[in-house]
């Protein structure tokens, strides 16, 4: 399967632990997104990077999420000291940039926050 | 500001029949792609069909089709001939190409399509 990836698909954690997530992009994207969703909204928008670069955040990233892209391969994204409020379903999207660019998406990773 | 508008929160079909998902947009920047994704209960986000806001063509996929009225700012779905696995949610987004914000997809709220045998 060469589509995006994403690890965990389930986590449940306790308030105030520490989360990370991965996604592995589909090999020949450049670019990488994470977007936010939940329940009965659509995705939004979180961050995303251009190889390894991050080239944009939302407000949405409070400090306590950072996500990084070391080798401009796969992704991370680690949420520290997480809240009930960040329950939710993390997308993760890869595309090769052009005009036309079209994000492919991941299977996502469902987190609860007990 | 940039918003996708979704009105129909649930639509019924019958099997085999067409149907149509309202999707209208709101920016003043010329140059911008219009997208459809499906999610499945599932969760995962699968594309469907892309318009580019210069296309003088709407744009088609198999049993998709995307009615784009510029003037209207509107990008509705057409899916033809319903199928049973169609039932899902559907997303309309939108994603700029140029200024602050180029890149990242701007999604509406999805419209719940359940599809009756």
């Known amino acids: 399967d060469t589509g995006v990836s994403q690890d965990p698909r389930h986590k449940i954690t306790k308030r105030g632990q520490n989360v990370t997530f991965r996604c592995d992009p589909i090999?020949?994207?450049?670019?990488l997104y994470w977007y936010r969703q939940t329940l009965g909204q659509g995705p939004e928008f979180l961050t995303y990077?251009?190889?390894?670069?991050?080239?944009?955040k939302s407000r949405l990233l409070s400090d306590r999420f950072s996500a990084e892209r070391p080798k401009g391969s796969f992704s991370t994204l680690e949420i520290q000291r997480t809240e009930q409020g960040d329950s939710a379903m993390y997308l993760c999207?890869?595309?090769?940039?052009?005009?036309?660019?079209?994000?492919?998406f991941g299977p996502g990773t469902r987190l609860l926050v007990l | 500001a940039q918003k996708i508008t979704q009105t129909q929160p649930g639509m019924f079909v019958q099997e085999k029949e067409a149907v149509t998902l309202d999707c209208t947009y709101d920016?003043?920047?010329?140059?911008?792609?219009l997208f459809w994704y499906k999610q499945p209960s599932s969760g995962e986000m699968i594309f469907l069909i892309y318009?580019?806001?210069?296309?003088?063509q709407n744009a088609t996929e198999g049993r998709y089709s995307l009615n784009f009225q510029k003037a209207r700012k509107s990008a509705n779905l057409v899916i033809s001939a319903s199928q049973l696995g169609d039932s899902a949610m559907y997303f309309c987004?939108?994603?700029?190409?140029?200024?602050?914000?180029?890149?990242?997809?701007?999604f509406g709220k999805g419209t719940k399509l359940s599809v009756k045998p």
């Open positions: 999207a890869s595309s090769l940039f052009s005009t036309q660019e079209t994000q492919y």
């Open positions: 090999s020949e994207h450049n670019r």
């Open positions: 990077f251009q190889n390894e670069a991050q080239l944009e």
């Open positions: 920016t003043s920047d010329p140059s911008y792609g």
């Open positions: 318009q580019g806001s210069y296309d003088q």
């Open positions: 987004a939108m994603r700029f190409n140029y200024g602050g914000s180029q890149g990242n997809l701007i």
